[in-house]
């Protein structure tokens, strides 16, 4: 069989599948439940919660299975074949761009300007439980440990032992969240992968550089400073997005950044205590340099009194003392709390200048290789997680600023003659824009710090004063953007400074306002996509924004001002579907950037990527090739998602493929477009064609008479809404419309139900109009349809949609719509739609979509004999709770039910929403 570095060692996961069922059997056994052990390789006679509960478990540890087996296969390519044999990452990049003309100087000089933004949020789509979450963590250590071929047959036996007690803890464990989360909960799930999981992944992703540049040819010098490598840094939702989330409060965010640093100073503080071990080195051996000298002398007059007990039990250890002082200046006390005295570092920055002086130091003593292996990645942690760990982004929806707006309107009494009306969603844009022009002319506000204001004008206050008082006291790295959700015009964007005013947020300065903090349009429907060029132009136009740009620039000692745009792959889908989606966010994009030039600003792309296909997700460097010429321009920002964030990041070899994807990824997207006008591609008005006739399509059956009972009953959508995976609301206000649901559960419940209609609607009748009525055009498409990037991701994506689905249990879950007419309508519909997609796209791929996709193929079938059962069982569940609510008898323990095989489901799928 070709071996592609797609594939996967199948062999291998049998074998270990099959190991980890042996030793679960034996478990279960043990336990005295042989139905149960039996249940593993055959299908049980009855479904109960123990058993969902078993498929759960056997679901679990296969996708850890498939997890290590992967991260093997790449080893056992990269030394048979060489590094450069894994598409994606480094030296398979730097083969490909030398291959292309690019000197080792062209990339060496691109390496330090190129910086990726993996930004973290609490979107509902985990539904397992941090608790489950550590226990699979651990598991996947002990199967990686397996690998080693050194252990003796007894040490093989322990650490088979060792996963038999995992597996009986994870049994024993309770699956899901009995409760909601609260943000406090997600906030901690979240501080592993930033504490624990990428502190070790950056070490190994310079190396993973560094390795790849010499397998090159490369010079090693040159990539020898740390300087010069490509940075990394982290942002995070959790307690900073508000939209639609009325448990993110002002209270929530100043605690999250509280915590934020704290956490930060902590990973400092450890490694510092772990350095100054290791710093043994004695003056008694060499001459000490005399900054270091002076440093020591510096930061003990500064300490003061404390300082003598670093210096006198550390007498002949010069390195050793600095070091200890400088762990003493981190503000922390000996419990771990922030405790900021004099002395005590109140910026990164003043860190990362000691430990400059330090590396100096010990260059000056010829221990380079020490500073290389200690000093290095300490700096690295420094620059990336700085004192805040992540910047803390601030998102809410605009509608919710004009509640505000209007709230200080009437508490300013003003009167009717001098407005529209109080009401000031309902003005028009020519009437938002001429009083926002005459009020951001002044100083003054609407109301008194102190005044007691309506929900939604208090709520923005007093998160905009917690904002500006974290900016007062530590700086403005902790803190990311305010984002507007639904940006639909330039008021929505101007509406921010004047509420920034009311909070300081928003400055006077001696030319007029200035805000502190990036306003950040969020573009997210098709329409709103389309209009977002002219809403971007007038929005750079405006004094202020040109202010608070080049006030920015100058903060973050930035080349040129940056603006930067979030463009949404979530609510464009729902809208449009996935085809028009796609396109329009490329093509928006492409606009923008236009945009940008004009005004001789960089746009700085925030790729609002869900987990799904249907939500952006998709292969790393597939993406990155998709976006449009001069997008990137070497800086990529993008949302990782509920359970994306576990299957990406739990454990550190597949945390360090992922970043080294991003980061290589974005290197040579942003070489190849450099220097160049963006070209137009001959497939772009074929493009724009099956967009529109895609959406068209999509958007008749969303609105078809109906479609929202067929859809609210073929699918598990209100089983959805009453789990508790997140802490957020799975609607944005209540309202039982298809507006108001959130992407997430719609996508979400057309997963659990093995449609995965949002991932392929439309596209098939699209390519087969633009067949039948334009077939030059057709041939055309098919001809390029792999080494044009935008259509080859659509298709990549659209495909795998295809290929989970299942047909003959859509079936089944439709049999729940109670009116057999529209049940059979729509199924009628949809699956004509299913097989034309597939029809299609296997015309164009000239094969079959499994013999174009083995992998899946291949773990969608170990998959699917359980996935059946359990899917049946969902069925005849939520019958019985369906039937029980309109009766008035629902009891907590049938959702409970239902929630454990929703969960279960997901598992198998490896999908939510």
């Known amino acids: 069989m070709l071996v592609t570095d797609a594939s996967i060692d199948v062999e291998k996961v049998e074998n270990d599948t099959q190991f980890l069922s042996d030793c679960l059997r034996e478990v279960l056994q043990s336990l005295g439940e042989p139905q149960l052990a039996d249940a593993i390789d055959h299908e049980p006679e009855t479904m109960n919660r123990n058993m969902v509960r078993l498929f759960a478990t056997y679901f679990q540890w296969l996708n850890l299975v498939e997890e290590n087996a992967t991260a093997q296969h790449r080893r056992r390519l990269e030394t048979e074949d060489g590094l450069d044999r894994i598409s994606g990452l480094w030296a398979k990049a730097f083969h490909q761009l030398a291959k292309e003309g690019f000197s080792e100087k062209d990339i060496a000089t691109q390496l330090p300007q190129i910086r990726i933004e993996p930004v973290f949020t609490a979107h509902p789509t985990e539904a397992k439980r941090a ?70 992944s950056l070490v190994r992703v310079d190396q993973r550089l560094r390795d790849a540049w010499n397998y090159a040819g490369f010079d090693p010098k040159q990539l020898k400073d740390h300087k010069n490598l490509p940075q990394i840094r982290f942002g995070d939702w959790v307690g900073g997005d508000r939209d639609g989330h009325p448990f993110v409060t002002s209270e929530v965010t100043e605690e999250t950044l509280h915590e934020l640093r704290r956490q930060a100073l902590q990973l400092h503080a450890q490694d510092l205590d772990q350095l100054a071990a290791k710093l043994s080195f004695t003056d008694t051996r060499g001459v000490v340099p005399n900054q270091l000298k002076k440093k020591i002398s510096e930061i003990s007059e500064r300490i003061g009194e404390p300082s003598e007990a670093f210096l ?53 003593v010829n221990a380079h290789s020490v500073v290389k292996s200690e000093i290095e990645p300490i700096i690295r942690k420094v620059q990336t997680f700085g004192f805040h760990l992540a910047s803390l982004d601030i998102r809410q929806n605009s509608g919710f600023h004009d509640k505000a707006v209007s709230q200080l309107l009437q ?147 930035a080349s040129e001002p940056v603006q930067q745009v979030m463009v949404g792959y979530s609510d464009s889908n729902k809208d449009g579907g996935i085809f028009a989606s796609l396109w329009n966010v490329n093509r928006g994009q492409r606009n923008l950037t236009e945009v940008g030039k004009k005004h001789r600003v960089r746009i700085r792309y925030f790729h609002g990527r869900g987990g799904t296909v249907s939500r952006g997700g998709g292969p790393t460097h597939r993406f990155l090739e998709s976006l449009p010429y001069q997008s990137l321009q070497g800086d990529y920002r993008l949302t990782e998602q509920g359970e994306t964030i576990a299957q990406k990041y739990a454990n550190l070899i597949t945390s360090t493929y992922h970043l080294e994807l991003m980061l290589a990824g974005t290197t040579k997207a942003t070489l190849r477009q450099q220097g160049t006008e963006a070209p137009n591609h001959p497939l772009e008005p074929i493009m724009d064609y099956l967009s529109e006739v895609s959406s068209q399509y999509y958007g008749k059956l969303l609105k078809a008479e109906g479609f929202m009972d067929f859809y609210s009953q073929a699918t598990p959508i209100d089983v959805i809404e009453a789990s508790r995976i997140g802490s957020r609301p799975a609607r944005r206000t209540g309202q039982r419309t298809l507006n108001d649901l959130r992407a997430i559960p719609w996508v979400f419940s057309w997963s659990q139900a093995r449609f995965f209609l949002t991932a392929w609607y439309g596209v098939g009748t699209a390519l087969e109009q633009l067949q039948n009525e334009r077939p030059e055009d057709f041939a055309l498409l098919k001809k390029q349809a792999i080494s044009y990037a935008p259509l080859r991701y659509i298709l990549t994506n659209s495909s795998s949609g295809v290929l989970i689905a299942d047909e003959s249990i859509m079936h089944e879950y439709a049999a729940l719509v109670e009116d057999s007419d529209l049940r059979e309508r729509f199924m009628k519909q949809i699956l004509a739609e299913l097989n034309r997609t ?63 095989t929703v969960n279960a489901i997901s598992g198998g799928i490896r999908a939510t929403g």
């Not at 050194?150 to 049994?171: D, F, S």
């Not at 939520?878 to 629902?890: E, L």
């Open 312 to 364: 006198t039990r550390n007498t002949n250890e010069p390195w050793r003392q600095l070091v200890n002082l400088m762990s003493h200046c981190i503000p922390l006390d000996i419990y771990g709390n922030l405790d900021e005295k004099p002395y005590s570092y109140q910026r990164s920055a003043e860190l990362l200048d000691d430990l400059t002086l330090l590396a100096e130091t010990l260059h000056e």
């Open 411 to 557: 508490a300013a009494v003003l009167t009717n003659g001098d407005l529209p009306s109080t009401d000031y969603a309902d003005w028009s844009e020519e009437q938002r824009i001429a009083f926002l022009e005459q009020e951001l002319q002044s100083t003054r506000p609407f109301t008194q710090a102190e005044a007691s204001l309506p929900k939604e004008a208090q709520a923005v206050l007093d998160c905009y004063r917690v904002v500006h008082q974290s900016i007062q006291r530590y700086g403005s790295n902790g803190l990311g953007a305010l984002i507007i959700s639904m940006t639909r015009s330039v008021s929505d964007l101007l509406t921010v400074y004047l509420l920034g005013r009311e909070a300081g947020l928003v400055f006077w300065s001696e030319d007029g306002l200035v805000s502190q903090l990036p306003v950040v349009p969020l573009f997210e429907t098709i329409d709103d996509l389309k209009g977002s060029p002219e809403i971007l132009d007038k929005f750079l136009q405006h004094p202020i924004t040109q202010r608070s740009l080049a006030y920015q620039q100058q903060q973050n000692q």
């Open 838 to 900: 597939r029809k299609v796209i296997e015309t164009i791929y000239g094969s079959s979509i499994q013999e174009r996709r083995p992998r899946i193929t291949k773990m969608i079938a170990m998959r699917q004999p359980k996935l059946a059962t359990l899917h049946r069982h969902q069925i005849s569940q939520i019958r019985t709770w369906r039937n029980d609510k309109a009766s008035g008898n629902s009891d907590e323990a049938t959702l409970l039910d239902l929630l454990l």
């Open 131 to 200: 608790t489950v979450l550590r226990h699979l963590r651990d598991m996947y250590l002990l199967l990686v440990k397996r690998e080693n071929p050194v252990w003796t047959p007894q040490e093989q036996q322990g650490i088979r032992e060792a996963i038999k007690n995992q597996l009986e803890i994870l049994w024993r464990t309770g699956e899901i969240y009995l409760e909601k989360p609260t943000v406090s909960d997600e906030l901690r799930n979240m501080m592993y992968y930033l504490t624990y999981v990428f502190p070790q």
